[in-house]
C-alpha cells in the first residue's frame, strides 16, 4: 500500500515569511496529492491539491509542487499570517480504479509568531 | 447543500453498551468514508462504501460494523468497544466511487470516549 512520508513535524515562522512542508509518497501509482488544513477542534479541510499530470499549482498565497519522478510534492505559503497557523497534512491517492480514500502523512504543526 | 453531517457530536459509551454513529450528505456524491483520528494523530481510513457496496475495509476490528442504508447515509455500529477506541471519528464523501477519491469533504466529526 501507499506510504506518505511528511516533514517537518513542526514549523514556526515569523509572519510574512514563508513556510514550506514536504511530502514523500511510495506508490508511483498515486496520482492525486491533497493539501488539508486542520485547526484544532476542527475538520480538515481541503486548502489545495494538484494531480500527477500537473507539476505545480497556485492558489493566492499557496502553492504545491509535485516531482513525480522523485515522488515528492511540496506545499509553499508565502506572506504567512496568524490565521495560517494549524496542522497540515499531505496526502496521496490512486484515484484511477475506484474510491480508495486517502493515505495521509503525519502532519505538520505550522505555528505563525507574531 | 455542501455538508456532511454527523451526528452525534460527542459520545460517552461503556464497554458494554451497542451504540452508533450516523453521517448524512446531499451532495449526490457516491462515496462515502469513516476515518479515524486519534489526537495529534492523521485520519486513518477505515471503510470505504462505493456505490452503496463495501468496497475497503481496513483490517477493523469486528466491534465497528459499518453499514450503508442508502447512497445519503453511512452508519457505524459499535458494540463491545475498549478504551484505545476513544478517538475522533470523521466521515467524508465524494464524488464518484468509479472515477476515484477526488476531493473529500469531511464531517465535522464525532467524538467518542470509552470508559
Known amino acids: 500500500g501507499e506510504n506518505v512520508e511528511q516533514h517537518p513535524s513542526t514549523l514556526s515562522v515569523q509572519e510574512g515569511d514563508s513556510a514550506v512542508i514536504k511530502c514523500t509518497y511510495s506508490d508511483s501509482a498515486s496520482n492525486y496529492f491533497p493539501w488539508y488544513k486542520q485547526e484544532l477542534g476542527k475538520r480538515p479541510q481541503l486548502i489545495i491539491d494538484?494531480?500527477?499530470?500537473?507539476g505545480e499549482k497556485k492558489d493566492q498565497r499557496i502553492a504545491v509542487t509535485l516531482n513525480k519522478t522523485a515522488k515528492h510534492f511540496s506545499l509553499h505559503i508565502t506572506e504567512t499570517q496568524p490565521e495560517d497557523s494549524a496542522v497540515y497534512f499531505c496526502a496521496a491517492s490512486n484515484s484511477g480504479g475506484g474510491a480508495d480514500g486517502l493515505t495521509f502523512g503525519k502532519g505538520t504543526h505550522l505555528i505563525i509568531q507574531p | 447543500d455542501t455538508e456532511v453531517t454527523q451526528t452525534p457530536k460527542h459520545l460517552v459509551m461503556g464497554m458494554t453498551n451497542k451504540k452508533s454513529l450516523k453521517c448524512e450528505q446531499h451532495?449526490?456524491?457516491?462515496?462515502m468514508y469513516w476515518y479515524k483520528q486519534k489526537a495529534k494523530k492523521p485520519p486513518e481510513l477505515m471503510f470505504v462504501y462505493s456505490y452503496e457496496k463495501l468496497s475497503i475495509n481496513e483490517s477493523v476490528p469486528s466491534r465497528f460494523s459499518p453499514e450503508c442504508p442508502n447512497s445519503s447515509l453511512l452508519n457505524l455500529h459499535l458494540h463491545a468497544l475498549q478504551p484505545e477506541d476513544s478517538a475522533l471519528y470523521l466521515c467524508a464523501s465524494s464524488q464518484d466511487g468509479h472515477q476515484g477519491a477526488g476531493e473529500l469533504f469531511f464531517g465535522e466529526g464525532s467524538r467518542l470516549t470509552v470508559l
Open positions: 494538484i494531480r500527477s499530470n500537473v
Open positions: 451532495m449526490g456524491h457516491r462515496a
